[in-house]
């Protein structure tokens, strides 16, 4: 069994900066692949990023991709989610997940969750 917390939301003007942390517990942190997702108020959870077990292989959703960067560091347990040029859009409540697939954007794919952090972007 795995737990998860985040950290790292806030308030932040459009254009600003945010790094969310995911620190994980109770498992074998390198044998997940992890991922970033997002729930907005009104909105489906939605698939934000991804990073493979030995962090060699990222994916990122298009509304994100060349501002948002996924990293992990196995030895701390703890997956990064450093947020760049935020926009309004990118509101959300943040939650990390962890998944025994190597590859996957689905989030009936990951089996652990954390409990979310809230980021809001003001503009």
């Known amino acids: 069994q795995v737990q998860l917390v985040e950290s790292g939301g806030g308030s932040v003007q459009a254009g600003g900066t945010l790094r969310l942390s995911c620190a994980a517990s109770?498992?074998?942190?390198?044998?997940?692949?992890m991922g970033w997702f997002r729930r907005a108020p009104g909105k489906e959870r939605e698939f934000v990023a991804r990073i493979t077990r030995s962090g060699s292989n990222t994916g990122y959703a298009d509304s994100v991709k060349g501002r948002f960067t996924i990293s992990r560091d196995n030895s701390e347990n703890t997956v990064y989610l450093q947020m760049n040029s935020l926009k309004p859009e990118d509101t959300a409540v943040y939650f990390c997940a962890a998944t025994s697939l190597l590859f996957s954007r689905r989030y009936t794919d990951y089996d652990y969750w954390g409990q979310g952090t809230q980021v809001t972007v003001s503009s």
């Open positions: 109770g498992g074998t942190f390198s044998s997940y692949t």
